[in-house]
C-alpha cells in the first residue's frame, strides 16, 4: 500500500513541475525554475520508492500518467486552456488505465532481485 502513496504524490509532484516549468520562461527566472527542480527532485525520489515494490511498468505508468492528467487539468483550471471533447475522452481513458492497473496490481509484486545483464557473479 505504500508503494501506491508513494506513487500517487510522485505523480502530484510530477503536475507541480509540469506547471511551474511552464512558468521558468525557458529556465531564464530563478525561482520558477528552482522550485521546477526541487518538484522534480521529489518527484523521482518518490517515483524511486515506489519502484521498490511496484513493477517498472506500473510504477512508471502510473506516474505518467497522473503527471498528465493533472497537467491538463491545471492547465483547464489555472491557465485557462481548452481541450476538445476527444481530448477529454482520451485523458478519460488514461484514468481507467491507472484505476485498472491501480485492481490487479498488487502493491508487492516485484520479482526477485537478479544480477543485470552482462553481470558476472
Known sequence: MLAWIYV????LFEVVWATSMKTTDGWTRLWPSVMT???MLVSFFLLAKAMQSLPLGVAYTVWVGIGAIGA??????VLGERLTAPQWACIALIAAGIIGLRLVTPAHMQPPHRAP???HS
Do not use: D, F
Not at 72 to 77: F, H, M, S, V
Open 8 to 11: 500517487v504524490v510522485a505523480g
Open 117 to 119: 545483464v552482462g553481470a
Open 72 to 77: 491538463a487539468l491545471t492547465g483547464w483550471i
Open 37 to 39: 527542480i526541487g518538484a
